[in-house]
């Protein structure tokens, strides 16, 4: 598959963009701590960036979807990269005012260019089979997951030879020099005209074709049950992430074992890398929203079983299982959420399950904050579950319902055919 033309080049971009993003929290955090004397100060602009960041990202991408990366993705990267540069000269110098600070982090996040879901929308349209979408949507998240990893490995390098300011910096020209690179690879060449409308009978919605309205209130509010299942699932196992860390951290505590906490986090990324590679290379007969309902259910029961750990080893072994389900439960709301979009939409699409996933996390690593010391671990490894249980508890009995045969579902599969000269061969 990276053999395809323009493969390499493009994938190899969007990976450099992103490992930007692998390296930007950890500096931020730490730049302005040096620069506050404060860690107040630092959670609350980390906090403005990541949810200006987070929840601005379906809009972001949909000036993509609408102009195309050229157009949209190049402008969004040199006023993300100016915008952290800035924050990089602030952060130099001692005595900053925290104000100042969250004032620069607001734009900064509202900026971030959605390379994961242009990368994931130019892999749909490079793949047309699905089983090697499958294999090149398990790469991404698999890839993704190993710069988040390495991204603070990085950071943590560079400051022993330079101030946190320049991780800073460092992340600005990485995300930079990927996003340009992205842009102008001839795999976005058939961007052009992915605006326009398709041809054809009333939407669902009983809309006529070109009248606009929120892609994600179609989804949600007028029966796609694929698409709502995968931003659910993407939520709930956000949760589930965002819980297991606090957690990780509080078994350490309750065990003085803090060392544990890297090698339980590793297991888990392990994990997940072997389980999406996995994944990506078996042909899979069962549908994708049968696939994630069992991988939603295997991973939520996996964590619940964490919380009867008595040993850190045993908890080491069960992370390492369960990370085997979530890059491939991540893949798989991707794969629905690219089935369910229309052309005009993919990176949208893309979008709101990144959404979900880094929304849900949020809010759980907020809400599980309260609960340890007031319950047992092994409660709050349970509620973290329980999420994920639930979502895949209700996808399965949707599945199940058989379909009325007097009315026959309406097909919302895009049309594959290009609406551009088709390339000769794949790139990601």
């Given at each position: 598959?990276?053999?395809?033309?323009?493969?390499?080049r493009?994938?190899?971009?969007?990976?450099?963009?992103?490992l930007?993003?692998?390296?930007?929290?950890?500096?931020?955090?730490?730049a302005i701590?040096?620069?506050?004397?404060?860690?107040?100060?630092?959670?609350?602009?980390?906090a403005?960036?990541?949810?200006?960041?987070v929840f601005?990202?379906?809009?972001?991408?949909?000036?993509?979807d609408?102009y195309?990366?050229r157009?949209?993705?190049c402008p969004?990267?040199?006023?993300?990269?100016?915008?952290?540069?800035?924050?990089?000269?602030?952060?130099?110098?001692?005595?900053?005012s925290?104000?100042l600070l969250?004032?620069?982090?607001v734009p900064?996040?509202?900026c971030?260019?959605?390379?994961?879901?242009?990368?994931r929308?130019?892999w749909?349209?490079?793949?047309?089979?699905?089983?090697?979408?499958?294999?090149?949507?398990?790469?991404?998240?698999?890839?993704?997951?190993?710069?988040?990893?390495?991204?603070?490995?990085?950071?943590?390098?560079l400051?022993h030879?330079?101030?946190?300011?320049?991780?800073?910096?460092?992340?600005?020209?990485?995300?930079?020099?990927?996003?340009?690179?992205?842009?102008?690879?001839?795999?976005?060449?058939?961007?052009?005209?992915?605006?326009?409308?398709?041809?054809?009978?009333?939407?669902?919605?009983g809309?006529?074709?070109?009248?606009?309205?929120?892609?994600?209130?179609?989804?949600?509010?007028?029966?796609?049950?694929?698409?709502?299942?995968?931003?659910?699932?993407?939520?709930?196992?956000?949760?589930?992430?965002?819980?297991?860390?606090?957690?990780?951290?509080?078994?350490?505590d309750?065990?003085?074992?803090?060392?544990?906490?890297?090698?339980?986090?590793?297991?888990?990324?392990?994990?997940?890398?072997?389980?999406?590679?996995?994944?990506?290379?078996?042909?899979?007969?069962?549908?994708?929203?049968?696939?994630?309902?069992?991988?939603?259910?295997?991973?939520?029961?996996?964590?619940?079983?964490?919380?009867?750990?008595r040993?850190?080893?045993?908890?080491?072994?069960w992370?390492?299982?369960?990370?085997l389900?979530?890059?491939?439960?991540?893949?798989?709301?991707?794969?629905?959420?690219?089935?369910?979009?229309?052309?005009?939409?993919?990176?949208?699409?893309?979008?709101?399950?990144?959404?979900?996933?880094?929304?849900?996390?949020?809010?759980?690593t907020a809400?599980i904050?309260?609960?340890?010391?007031?319950?047992?671990?092994?409660?709050?490894?349970?509620?973290?579950?329980?999420?994920l249980?639930l979502?895949?508890?209700?996808?399965?009995?949707?599945?199940?319902?058989p379909?009325?045969?007097?009315?026959a579902?309406?097909?919302?599969?895009?049309?594959?055919?290009?609406?551009?000269?088709p390339?000769?061969?794949?790139?990601?």
């Open positions: 598959m990276l053999r395809t033309r323009y493969a390499c493009t994938f190899g971009a969007s990976l450099l963009g992103r930007s993003y692998g390296m930007v929290s950890f500096s931020l955090v730490l701590k040096e620069a506050t004397d404060s860690y107040a100060v630092a959670g609350t602009v980390m403005l960036f990541a949810l200006t960041s601005l990202s379906p809009v972001r991408a949909g000036l993509v609408r195309g990366p157009r949209a993705l969004m990267a040199a006023a993300y990269a100016l915008l952290l540069t800035g924050l990089a000269f602030a952060t130099a110098w001692p005595g900053t925290g104000i969250g004032i620069l982090a900064t996040g509202a971030t260019p959605p390379l994961g879901p242009v990368m929308t130019v749909s349209d490079l793949v047309p089979d699905r089983r090697l979408l499958q294999r090149a949507y398990s790469l991404d998240a698999v890839a993704e997951e190993l710069l988040f990893v390495t991204g603070p490995l990085l950071v943590g390098l400051v030879v330079a101030a946190p300011s320049v991780g800073l910096a460092v992340s600005a020209a990485l995300v930079l020099i990927g996003s340009l690179a992205l842009s102008s690879s001839p795999a976005v060449r058939g961007w052009a005209g992915r605006e326009k409308p398709p041809v054809g009978p009333a939407s669902p919605e809309l006529v074709p070109g009248a606009r309205s929120s892609l994600l209130r179609r989804w949600l509010l007028h029966g796609d049950p694929g698409m709502r299942q995968a931003i659910t699932v993407s939520a709930a196992v956000g949760m589930c992430l965002g819980a297991f860390d606090l957690l990780v951290i509080a078994f350490a309750e065990h003085k074992t803090p060392s544990m906490v890297a090698w339980v986090l590793a297991a888990l990324s392990g994990g997940s890398a072997i389980g999406g590679l996995v994944y990506g290379a078996v042909p899979w007969r069962a549908s994708t929203r049968l696939r994630l309902a069992l991988l939603a259910a295997a991973m939520g029961l996996t964590m619940a079983a964490m919380g009867f750990s040993d850190p080893y045993v908890l080491i072994a992370a390492a299982i369960g990370g389900f979530v890059a491939p439960a991540l893949t798989t709301a991707y794969l629905i959420a690219d089935e369910c979009a229309d052309p005009a939409g993919r990176t949208r699409a893309s979008a709101w399950v990144n959404t979900s996933f880094n929304a849900g996390s949020a809010g759980a809400a904050g309260h609960l340890v010391g007031r319950l047992p671990l092994s409660v709050c490894f349970a509620l973290a579950a329980v999420p249980v979502s895949a508890a209700t996808a399965l009995r949707r599945s199940r319902r379909t009325p045969k007097t009315a579902p309406i097909e919302l599969k895009e049309d594959r055919t290009p609406t551009a000269e390339q000769p061969s794949f790139d990601g």
